[in-house]
């Protein structure tokens, strides 16, 4: 049974149809890649699954249980935890405090929090900035404590808002070993990218969305020569040009 | 405690040491009439100050209302007292109460408003509370009550602990008001320590993200303005038992809440100390200008605290707090990107 299941959702926004009947699975371990163009509906879907939008219609289940227009809060306890694309650091509390506040959705016990935050700041190896306040960090270290603070409430699915945006390729390369790192913890995860080469290759399953349609899933490299997803990604014209030299 | 923590607590600890010893001793040392009145006013409204500071200072929620929760107290134990004789001790206990369910009544829809919105929320609060009041005979409308003074065989007005009324010498005022306020500070301290606290400082920073991280949000706000108004209503009985007498335009008017409020912010915003030392500063600053300046120099205060509050948002919107801490090198403020990250991440996870 998938972990997470996503049944058919649909999202809405008055004459905007950002997602249009959306299905896809999540099995526990696994790392399933979303990605689409800018404006696919990426974020949205995202945002229906982590409890901060209620999808118009379908279903969301999550462990066996119909988690449909669960707040976000709610779903943390069930094991589901998110990052944001946008970091959101806890700008005048230190790296160890912003991770405790993860913690603390699975201890009432500020010296059990703060273990559980040390253990994390070593695993995203943030060690050393554990005293600096999380508004004097780099952008490729805040994304580090929004990874280690999801980690922190010791979710079983990990829900990553476009973690790569915004790091230089080395960067990137680390982020990639990280995320394979929580999934040896047994964490599954969604990765929601634009950037389909980084995508790719750390994914075991993707999903594709373009105009808030799933256009196509699958293996990575059997998406990636999929016409449908390279006419979305480089345009009809260049699909045309493609099969008229093939 | 790690030893992480330990190491700078001795030195923390003798501050608050000698803090204490001071406050005990001042009005052995300062023994006039004056400096009583300024002592007994500056720990009542540090209590005001430090009760406010856990909403608004560590859960970031500007309220502009908290002198609704002072004169709930203070009609509550009042009330009870002229009306029915029941002592000041129930009746503080009763004015919390009904603090605590007022609070958690208006509470629940205001903290749906975000950002500004609910600071101007309060605004109406308060200003609604004290039309009612002013307009309600049953509590003495615009005119207020008057405590009757507790009297001896002789017809001597007397002190009476049971009464909650001293009038041979107001020191007990002095030390009740200290212990609350004491009481008061070592919460905030408890508060900053424990999940609380850290909940409702990532609630402060940054809602959509504490969310994120499993914090019920509406829940956590609601226990920081239940805190805030208990503290806030036993402080407003304590206060009309010192005055044994009340009305509408002394505990319930904005002035009051908007001091309660600037005072927390010029000594420094969520942290324990700073509503301290805000109103070590401001009171007494306060009463020697209106003493100085007689009846005429009502405004002359008001404008000290407006330009105190322009001058620390200007260049210290920490409070005077951030300004000692400018003196202490200490290894947050300082300058970020010293060392680089370590280079993998993924080889330290084995």
């Not at chain 1, 119909?66 to 990052?83: I, K, S, Y």
């Not at chain 2, 430090?50 to 929620?61: K, T, V, Y």
């Not at chain 2, 009330?79 to 603090?99: D, K, Q, Y």
Request: glycine share 10%.
């Amino acid at each position: 049974m998938p972990l997470l299941e996503v049944d058919r959702v649909t999202m809405r926004f008055g004459g905007l149809l950002a997602n249009d009947a959306v299905s896809f699975g999540v099995e526990p371990g696994q790392i399933v890649g979303l990605i689409g163009p800018n404006g696919a509906g990426k974020t949205t879907l995202f945002n229906c699954i982590s409890g901060f939008l209620r999808p118009t219609s379908g279903h969301i289940r999550f462990a066996g249980q119909d988690v449909t227009g669960w707040p976000a809060e709610r779903l943390v306890h069930a094991g589901l935890a998110r990052t944001f694309q946008i970091v959101r650091t806890f700008t005048d509390m230190t790296v160890r405090e912003n991770v405790m506040v993860g913690a603390f959705a699975r201890t009432n016990s500020t010296a059990e929090a703060r273990r559980i935050a040390d253990e994390l700041l070593a695993f995203t190896g943030l060690a050393s900035r554990a005293d600096v306040l999380g508004g004097n960090l780099t952008v490729a270290e805040k994304k580090r404590v929004e990874l280690a603070r999801a980690l922190a409430t010791q979710p079983r699915l990990l829900l990553l808002d476009e973690v790569m945006s915004g790091l230089t390729p080395a960067e990137r390369g680390q982020a990639v070993d990280l995320i394979r790192a929580v999934r040896e913890r047994g964490i599954a995860v969604v990765l929601v990218e634009h950037i389909m080469e980084v995508v790719m290759p750390v994914s075991d399953w993707v999903v594709v969305l373009s105009s808030g349609r799933k256009i196509a899933e699958g293996p990575p490299a059997t998406v990636a020569r999929d016409p449908d997803v390279i006419a979305a990604y480089l345009g009809e014209r260049y699909r045309q040009r493609m099969q008229e030299e093939a | 405690m790690t030893a992480h923590n330990r190491r700078p607590l001795p030195k923390r600890s003798l501050v608050w040491l000698s803090v204490i010893v001071v406050a005990l001793a001042a009005p052995l040392v300062f023994r006039s009439d004056t400096a009583l009145n300024i002592g007994i006013l500056l720990l009542l409204y540090a209590t005001l100050a430090q009760a406010w500071n856990i909403l608004g200072g560590l859960a970031g929620q500007i309220s502009f209302g908290n002198a609704v929760f002072f004169g709930i107290g203070a009609y509550t134990s009042t009330v009870l007292l002229v009306r029915a004789g029941v002592s000041p001790w129930l009746g503080m206990l009763a004015g919390a109460a009904l603090a605590l369910v007022v609070a958690l009544l208006v509470g629940f829809p205001m903290f749906r408003l975000g950002g500004h919105y609910f600071a101007i929320a309060t605004i109406a609060l308060g200003e609604i509370a004290s039309t009612i009041v002013t307009n309600w005979d049953a509590v003495g409308g615009a005119t207020g009550i008057v405590i009757p003074l507790v009297r001896d065989a002789q017809g001597q007005p007397s002190d009476s602990w049971r009464m909650l009324q001293f009038n041979q010498s107001r020191l007990p005022y002095y030390y009740l008001a200290l212990v609350l306020l004491a009481l008061t500070t070592l919460v905030t301290a408890l508060i900053l320590r424990s999940k609380l606290g850290y909940y409702l400082r990532a609630i402060r920073n940054d809602q959509q993200a504490a969310r994120a991280l499993g914090v019920a949000v509406l829940r956590y706000k609601l226990a920081a303005i239940a805190l805030s108004a208990i503290f806030t209503a036993i402080a407003g009985t304590l206060y009309a038992q010192y005055l044994l007498y009340i009305d509408p335009e002394t505990t319930m008017r904005l002035d009051l809440s908007v001091l309660a409020a600037l005072i927390a912010i010029l000594g420094g915003v969520g942290t324990v100390a700073g509503p301290l030392i805000g109103a070590a500063v401001m009171v007494p600053m306060s009463e020697l200008t209106r003493a100085f300046l007689g009846g005429g120099g009502n405004a002359i205060d008001l404008l000290l605290y407006g330009g105190l509050i322009v001058l620390i948002s200007l260049f210290e919107p920490q409070g005077l707090i951030g300004i000692g801490r400018r003196f202490r090198r200490s290894p947050r403020s300082q300058p970020v990107a010293v060392e680089p990250a370590p280079v993998s991440s993924s080889e330290e996870a084995h």
